[in-house]
């Protein structure tokens, strides 16, 4: 099978795309945050991690577990969040094919926005590194956060764009695809690994609409799916 698998019905039938949002951590950026070493951290150990997981179904919400705690608790965990972040942006790498791709979506002027559940301090760290900017960039402070619709449907709104002509590209299926499909936006996923192969047996609430294992393959997808329509000039950032 094509790494980039289309689910959209009837396959050939091109859509207008005015607008791509991407991830940062893992998607335009290469990981370097160790999250199961985190995760331990704040939750208190290996088995204290475990029992999350399998109360989480497999996965943990960091950020939505620790708010239900103590302020004192919560500190502290924000504290240790915070440490593997800042240790992750010391070691910041912009992923293979991200510039690339972003210089190809501007010189079609189609639209280019970023949701993270980072804080604001790496996001203005990557724009530096990565010498463009994305806008808008929406981060850890911009409540609620992804899985929640709520911050593709600001830069949606913010652009004037419904979100059925916008695609979310981003490596997690519980933050990044959840978000795009409850947004109604069309949903790209980054799987590197293939660790969620085969992409036909995703359950439907998660499977995204494409799979990519490289943001390069992010170029076929739009090129062979959709007819990228430009931002009027006069409202081009
Ligand atoms: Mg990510």
Redesign the pocket.
């Known amino acids: 099978m094509s790494s980039s698998a289309a689910a959209p019905a009837p396959a050939q039938r091109r859509r207008p795309l005015r607008g791509v949002v991407f ?5 335009l950026t290469v ?1 370097v945050i160790d999250f199961q070493a985190m995760y331990c951290e704040v939750l208190g150990g290996d088995a204290a991690y475990a029992a999350a997981r399998a109360a989480g179904g497999g996965t943990v919400d960091i950020l939505h577990f620790v708010e239900s705690w103590e302020p004192d608790l919560q500190r502290r965990a924000y504290e240790v969040i915070a440490r593997f972040e800042r240790e992750g942006l010391d070691r910041l790498q912009i992923m293979p094919g991200a510039s690339e791709l972003c210089g190809f979506l501007d010189g079609k002027q189609i639209r280019r926005g970023l949701i ?2 980072n804080v604001k301090e790496a996001v203005d760290l990557f724009h530096q590194r990565f010498g463009m900017t994305f806008v808008p960039a929406l981060s850890r402070e911009f409540r609620p956060y992804k899985p929640d619709p709520a911050p593709l449907l600001h830069i949606c709104s913010t652009w004037n764009i419904p979100p059925h002509e916008v695609i979310m590209v ?3 299926l519980k ?2 695809v959840v978000c795009g499909k409850r947004a109604g936006a069309f949903t790209c996923l980054l799987d590197e690994t293939g660790r969620y192969d085969p992409h036909e047996s995703l359950p439907e609430d998660v499977k995204p609409d494409f799979k990519v294992s490289s943001l390069t393959e992010v170029f076929r997808v739009l090129e062979s799916h959709f007819d990228l329509i430009p931002a009027p000039a006069e409202s081009t950032v």
């Open positions: 991830d940062m951590d893992g998607t990981p993270t559940r981003g490596d997690s933050d990044d």
